[in-house]
């Protein structure tokens, strides 16, 4: 019982810890690994947990910031944020939909599916084009972070 209780919570943390910005599914997936969880319930855990705000994100966000843009104190954030989101843009204009997929899909600080759909909002990409492009970038920076995480765990214990 107390062990189906520890994977239970286990996998509820490792869902959590992807719905984080900054963090995602490059931190959910080392930590259900360092957590001794299985692979493939760890993996689709952080996948989903990823996924969960981009919906959110893409068709919110520019209200909420219209919004928050009103606070004095929030207010230089907000524009803060939106020029970074212009300027990381700038890729993904190019290149468009190929260009969110390779932004999301790469597994370095910045990049991501918070920042991916932050950046398929404020360039008018809709819900329904994004959201595929979007899911599978997780899905190839959730293999990539697997791979990078177990090479790692495995040479470190040889």
Same mark, same amino acid.
């Given at each position: &019982? @107390? +062990? ?10 490792t $869902? ?7 963090i995602?599914?490059?931190g959910?997936i ?9 692979f493939? #319930?760890v993996?689709? &855990?952080?996948?989903? !947990?990823n $996924?969960?705000?981009? #919906?959110?994100?893409?068709l919110?966000?520019?209200r909420?910031f219209?919004f928050?843009?009103?606070? /004095?104190?929030?207010g230089? &954030?907000?524009? %803060? $944020?939106?020029?970074k ?5 700038r @890729?993904?204009?190019?290149? %468009? ?7 999301? +899909? =790469? #597994?370095?600080?910045?990049? !991501?599916?918070?920042?991916g759909? $932050?950046?398929?909002? @404020?360039?008018? =990409?809709?819900?329904r084009? +994004? @959201?595929?492009?979007? /899911? ?5 920076? !959730?293999?990539?972070? *697997?791979l990078?995480?177990? *090479? ?7």
């Open positions: &019982m @107390f +062990a189906d209780t520890a994977l239970t919570e286990g996998l509820i943390h $869902l959590l810890i992807a719905m984080a910005p900054v995602e599914l490059r959910a080392p930590y259900g690994m360092a957590k001794g969880l299985p493939w #319930p993996f689709l &855990m952080a996948y989903i !947990g $996924l969960l705000p981009v #919906p959110f994100i893409i919110f966000i520019r909420i219209a928050l843009r009103r606070s /004095s104190i929030l230089a &954030m907000i524009e %803060k $944020l939106e020029k989101a212009h300027l990381k843009g @890729f993904v204009n190019r290149y %468009k939909t190929l260009g969110l997929f390779i932004f999301v +899909a =790469i #597994p370095l600080p910045g990049t !991501g599916a918070w920042t759909a $932050l950046v398929a909002a @404020f360039l008018d =990409i809709r819900l084009k +994004a @959201f595929p492009v979007i /899911s599978f970038g997780v899905l190839t920076a !959730g293999i990539l972070v *697997s990078i995480s177990y *090479s790692a765990y495995f040479i470190i214990h040889i």
